[in-house]
């Protein structure tokens, strides 16, 4: 049986939705599936990105992911969708993508695929849960199969600043300038160990 490939789709603006990412990525690594990370298009003019000097430095840490194409998520067996959050929403640059993707819907593509979500925020009260949800609607209307964390990962509750059961977050600041710390990154590794152990369950 070859190995279930599970899509992590998420934008980055200065960097720390990608470092999810990238941790997502290796604990479905783990499990023995194969991570497939991709980007979204930009929408902010170029411009914009080369006069400010947290966005030119995200671009070039994050200039070997692919961009995403629509038709690449016919072919996967689970999704896990990342964002910044956006006045509780996700970013306009997913849900700019998502909303293309009216013809995976109309095929079922993404019917009884294991999906799940995880965000960014400026602040601890910034739209964590909100932002989560947001991707979430998208998801169900596909008929995907929502997974979250569970209390067994003992790292939800231990987190000061991320983390929910609804899927991983992280608090990065007005500026972005916190990283994620190893708790928002080890539970952001158990999204991806679970999400793929319920591909592979689905798969046989």
Not at 19 to 41: D, F, H
Not at 112 to 128: E, L, N, R
Request: a neutral charge; proline letters at 4%.
């Amino acid at each position: 049986m070859t190995k279930p490939r599970i899509m992590v789709l998420y934008y980055s603006m200065f960097g720390n939705t990608y470092l999810m990412a990238k941790s997502i990525c290796e604990g479905i690594e783990r499990e023995g599936c194969e991570a497939v990370l991709r980007t979204v298009p930009e929408l902010v003019p170029e411009s914009a990105i080369q006069s400010n000097l947290g966005m030119k430095k995200a671009r070039e840490e994050q200039k070997g992911v692919k961009i995403a194409t629509v038709d690449e998520l016919a072919d996967i067996d689970g999704i896990i969708l990342g964002s910044p959050t956006r006045f509780g929403n996700m970013s306009s640059q997913l849900r700019n993508f998502l909303d293309q993707t009216g013809s995976l819907w109309m095929k079922g593509a993404l019917v009884d695929k294991p999906a799940g979500v995880f965000c960014c925020t400026a602040s601890m009260h910034g739209g964590q849960e909100t932002t989560l949800i947001s991707m979430m609607f998208t998801l169900i209307h596909h008929g995907s199969i929502i997974v979250g964390v569970p209390y067994s990962v003992k790292e939800l509750g231990e987190t000061k600043k991320g983390g929910t059961p609804y899927g991983p977050t992280a608090v990065v600041g007005v500026t972005a300038e916190d990283k994620p710390t190893d708790t928002d990154l080890k539970i952001a590794s158990e999204l991806g160990k679970r999400v793929a152990r319920v591909a592979k369950a689905m798969a046989k």
